[in-house]
């Protein structure tokens, strides 16, 4: 971060942290962090630690996550950052996706609040306290106290944010012993926030508790406040820290142990086990949602997951967009088609060069319910949830080719408008499952699993638009019959496209 910015540079915050393997005695750890975007005085850095095994000579994946740095401001004026030099695809990627995870931080906490809500008024869970087996938090509750030394700060003399981990590790593993009487295993950690530095000579005083047990897993929360030698005296504590780890254990035979229940005997415990069940809920839908599942394309939509689906959509297509490889297989005028082969998946990109402006054409291909003035597969369309200005949910009926029912499909588009010039429009489309709208018996349920626009400017009345689709069941009968020549739905549908964009622009 401070090679980037040139000046003293400050951890804000962490990311979720997943731990895919864990590290041990003898192993050698590779940690690889860059700067993936600047966003005026912070920037987010990606790092990746990998594990290997000297004795099989094996390489694994540890994590990979992602912290957010501050540029300390010299005197009262702010620093504003340099833009990334991108020099690789993947470095483009991660910067394109860095915005997308920005989104996710800055809404977590209202998107928190929102689970909150839910999570307090499901059920009653007086039976659960009342159970005879039930332990009580208090049981769980350990207290550390640590003196900052200069070995435990960096050149600025601020406490590293990755020895205060260290420390709230410690402590949240022995509050989770107090439960199982074993020795958990972290795996992982809820994104959390520095709220204040704390420097050499301060007192450190850790608190944990056990929140709350889920069949196999438990999470303990870690509340950081620091003093220094007059705050001590005076009891006048800053709280630099709060965050939310997450371990489970196994026994000798190797199985998952479960854990009893826990029993919150104060409101703020009350508090502390709702809270549990929300961040669980948003754990379980990033899980499900970031894990590659081809085989079933369409998430279920739920409150919980919302923030990353729309991730996912928009990584999904980015990620396409940039495979290397694509093979170009027919052009037309201002038409170019080009195929993708990865595998047993075939994926096609359509390349347009539209005279409108780019935010114009954005604007009339985010609204699919223009969508049947130009695209023959498009029988109906209509909104089944506006979640946001940047989120809406359809349901699509397509008409039927020979032989077979008329096909239906319930997306997710999330429409993204760029952060600078060189950047593009993004449109993105991926299936969703919406427990009020079940397959009917009168169509044949269809899923895309990435599909959707990257519109360029080329100048103030001219953009290219490139349409994106990662063939399924549900679009290849129409692929296979343009590439095989006995149809031109292709390169009708894009011509199409760009009348009905010509005739839209002109008014």
């Known amino acids: 971060a401070e090679k980037h910015a040139g000046v003293s540079c400050v951890t804000a915050s962490m990311d ?16 690889k962090a860059k700067v993936n975007r600047a966003f005026k005085t912070s920037m987010e850095v990606g790092i990746k630690v990998t594990v290997q095994d000297v004795l099989t000579n094996t390489e694994k994946t540890v994590s990979v ?26 470095d483009h990627l991660e910067h394109t996706l860095a915005i997308e995870r920005r989104r996710i931080r800055l809404g977590y906490e209202q998107f928190f609040q929102n689970l909150m809500q839910e999570s307090s008024m499901e059920g009653d869970y007086c039976d659960i306290f009342e159970e005879d087996d ?12 640590e003196l900052v030394r200069p070995s435990h700060a960096n050149h600025h003399g601020n406490t590293f944010g990755g020895q205060i981990m260290a420390w709230m590790e410690t402590v949240a593993s022995i509050s ?8 958990p295993i972290l795996k992982s950690v809820n994104m959390f926030k520095f709220w204040g530095p704390s420097v050499v000579g301060d007192r450190l005083v850790f608190n944990a508790i056990v929140n709350n047990t889920f069949q196999n897993s438990v999470e303990v929360g870690v509340r950081v406040e620091a003093y220094n030698c007059e705050e001590w005296i005076k009891d006048q504590a800053r709280h630099i820290n709060s965050a939310f780890l997450i371990f489970n254990t196994v026994n000798d035979k190797g199985e998952l142990f479960t854990f009893p229940r826990i029993k919150p005997t104060t409101k703020d415990g009350l508090r502390r086990y709702h809270g549990a069940i929300a961040r669980r809920r948003i754990r379980l839908a990033r899980k499900c949602v970031l894990s590659a599942k081809e085989e079933k394309p369409s998430d279920p939509w739920e409150r919980s997951n919302q923030a990353y689906l729309g991730y996912s959509n928009v990584a999904a297509l980015t990620h396409l967009a940039a495979k290397p490889g694509w093979e170009i297989t027919s052009t037309l005028d201002d038409i170019r088609i080009w195929t993708h082969e990865e595998g047993d998946t075939l994926s096609f990109k359509v390349e347009m060069k539209v005279g409108v402006p780019s935010d114009l054409a954005f604007s009339f291909l985010s609204d699919f319910t223009f969508r049947q003035q130009w695209d023959k597969h498009f029988l109906t369309c209509e909104v089944l949830e506006a979640v946001n200005e940047e989120e809406k949910i359809y349901y699509v009926t397509s008409p039927p080719m020979t ?6 499909f319930v997306i997710l588009v999330s429409q993204r408008q760029p952060c600078k010039p060189s950047e593009p429009y993004i449109v993105a489309v991926k299936s ?43 679009v290849m009968p129409y692929l296979a019959a343009n590439l095989t020549g006995s149809s031109k739905s292709i390169e009708d549908t894009a011509l199409e496209c760009i009348k009905f964009l010509d005739l839209k622009g002109s008014k």
Do not use: W
Request: hydrophobic share 35%; glycine share 6%; charged share 15%.
């Open 432 to 474: 969703v499952t919406l427990l009020s709208m079940p397959p009917s018996p009168g169509y044949c349920r269809s899923e895309i699993l990435c599909a959707g626009f990257q519109i360029y400017s080329d100048s103030n009345s001219s953009c290219t638009v490139c349409y994106f689709n990662q063939a399924t069941s549900g």
């Open 134 to 145: 039930a332990v009580s938090a208090d049981l769980t509750h350990v207290q550390s106290i």
């Open 176 to 183: 989770a012993s107090r439960l199982c009487h074993s020795y």
């Open 65 to 90: 996550a992602y912290a957010t740095y501050v540029a300390k401001p010299v005197g009262a004026a702010k620093i504003e950052l340099e833009p990334v030099t991108l020099l690789s695809t993947e």
């Open 403 to 408: 032989g077979h029912k008329p096909r239906d």
């Open 16 to 31: 979720d942290i997943q731990f895919e393997e864990t590290a041990r005695v003898g192993q050698i750890i590779t940690i």
